[in-house]
């Protein structure tokens, strides 16, 4: 059913691994068993770079509540020069990541590039993280968004359960879960077709922003300054909240060595995600304020349903459903990517072997799929939803600072590594700088719940040498993962697999077999 890229050895016919080439022998044959090269295809292309990188930055903030902002800037005119010069910035770190990837090509982001940069311990710590804390918190948090939004329009008149939102979300969270282990090519199809759905959700607040414009609808963009919040925490909390809603920007990176010519089509796919990006954002907010008053703005808990309320009448109802399905293809695109971080990590030695293993079939990552499905549901059922937003936050900016300064390095420790593309100096410090800043704010302005973030953090130090350094384990412990590996080992291709192939989707969505076995 699977198999796993790593170290070639001889292996019985349902397995191959390493990256080595060869033929599975006959049923019948006396010869010894050769080697199969079994990766993950290329099947990533630039539309479909794109749609990644779009599709994840793209969730329900600018739809929701893009307030942070305009409540810590004071004013329409700072509020709109923070979304530009935030745009700019997550650019800037977008083209470090572009330079790492055609120099580095290998997936895994922020933790390939930390490992060749700065070793394994920093590394293992990034993934560590990622598997506990980040990974299953960002998925939480924009499919709580998808599961309110869908309900929406059922629940106009009243308030929605907390249970229909999480029994929804569940369903939604479980269904990207099965469409990513059992096809690569129908997850990013869906994530092209879920990308342009946000660009025509987003064309929708446009367009009779712009038709307002022309009408002269410009009386709250006068005196466009006045008011702006002068504090020492009110512009850098705004950076702060404009730079999250970027974030997603990096995903690509982490599904490298399924991107078809990555020399060219990686730097490109960020260009036009960003500029696409920067442009809709600081466009949308413009015609939110064509419409809206600052005020209105603040006390809006949906800021794209009350602009479309003034001004569509009834198809207002439609825009709850764009909105849910932007929140999908971000959780589609985060886990297609974030998957082959662990699978990669799992190859380097740093997770369980069996993270590594690719469907013989369907060639995709399947158990680094899975593994985030128990971890978020924990997260959905037991978290707040701002204590996870900190949670997350605080992590995520460290080791990005952290990987782009490994760009700085590698400069000076591999002067002759081949860099097709290569950035001016300035924006990584620039840019490693601001992640490490913004860190430095989370922890200032939530102590306690990023306090608890940064422990999670420092939990993965112990880990390290527990599970990877000490080699002196207990005999029980290995016969146990021996066992469990003998067990994978004699999977087979045919009846054999396809029970597990059945168990694995039946045990995850139970009510969506029929459907999904079809893909």
């Not at 329409?76 to 977008?94: D, E, K, Q």
């Not at 204590?387 to 700085?408: H, M, T």
């Not at 469990?484 to 029970?499: D, E, P, T």
Request: with cysteine; proline share 6%; glycine share 8%.
């Amino acid at each position: 059913m699977f198999r796993k890229p790593a170290v070639p050895t001889v292996t019985n016919r349902s397995y191959v691994e390493g990256q080595s080439n060869g033929r599975l022998p006959s049923m019948g044959s006396k010869e010894p068993v050769r080697e199969e090269k079994v990766v993950l295809k290329k099947k990533v292309t630039l539309l479909r770079g794109v749609s990644i990188i779009i599709g994840t930055i793209i969730g329900a903030g600018i739809f929701i509540s893009p307030k942070g902002i305009l409540e810590n800037t004071g004013s329409v005119g700072m509020s709109l020069v923070v979304w530009t010069v935030c745009g700019i910035l997550s650019l800037f770190g977008a083209l470090c990541y572009a330079e790492l990837g055609t120099c580095i090509k290998k997936s895994g982001g922020h933790y390939t590039y930390i490992l060749e940069a700065f070793g394994p311990l920093p590394a293992f710590v990034r993934v560590w993280v990622e598997l506990l804390v980040i990974r299953p918190a960002a998925t939480a948090v924009i499919s709580l968004a998808f599961g309110r939004h869908i309900l929406e329009p059922l629940f106009m008149q009243c308030e929605i359960p907390d249970l229909a939102i999480k029994f929804i979300t569940a369903v939604g969270i479980t269904v990207v879960m099965v469409l990513n282990s059992m096809s690569v090519s129908w997850s990013a199809r869906l994530q092209i077709f879920l990308t342009f759905c946000k660009l025509v959700a987003i064309l929708i607040i446009i367009v009779p922003g712009v038709m307002q414009l022309i009408k002269g609808e410009i009386q709250h963009f006068k005196k466009a300054f006045e008011g702006t919040n002068t504090s020492v925490m009110g512009l850098p909390l705004a950076f702060y909240s404009g730079m999250y809603a970027y974030s997603g920007w990096f995903y690509l990176n982490f599904v490298t060595e399924e991107v078809e010519n990555p020399e060219k089509n990686i730097p490109l796919a960020i260009g036009i995600s960003m500029v696409t990006v920067t442009l809709g954002y600081v466009l949308t907010n413009i015609a939110y304020f064509t419409t809206i008053s600052p005020e209105e703005l603040l006390s809006s808990n949906a800021v794209a349903v009350t602009f479309a309320e003034q001004l569509m009448g009834r198809f207002s109802l439609a825009v709850p459903i764009f909105v849910a399905l932007s929140c999908f293809g971000s959780m589609n695109g985060g886990i297609f990517a974030v998957s082959r971080m662990f699978y990669v990590a799992s190859r380097e030695g740093h997770l369980p072997e069996i993270l590594s293993m690719i469907h013989v079939r369907k060639h995709t990552p399947l158990p680094a799929v899975i593994v985030l499905h128990p971890l978020t549901m924990i997260m959905l059922f037991t978290s707040e939803l701002e204590d996870l937003l900190n949670f997350l936050s605080f992590a995520r900016w460290l080791f990005i600072g952290l990987a782009v300064a490994g760009l700085i390095y590698l400069r000076y420790k591999c002067p002759d590594m081949p860099r097709p593309f290569k950035v001016p100096l300035f924006i990584p410090a620039l840019f490693s700088f601001t992640c490490l800043f913004m860190a430095a704010l989370s922890l200032g302005s939530d102590p306690l719940n990023t306090g608890i973030g940064f422990v999670i953090t420092l939990t993965g130090v112990p880990a390290y040498y527990l599970f990877i350094v000490w080699d002196k384990k207990p005999k029980w412990f290995r016969k146990i993962v021996g066992k469990s590996k003998h067990f994978l080992k004699k999977v087979q291709y045919g009846k054999k697999s396809r029970v597990i192939d059945y168990l694995i989707v039946r045990s995850l969505v139970p009510w969506t077999y029929k459907t999904v076995i079809l893909v």
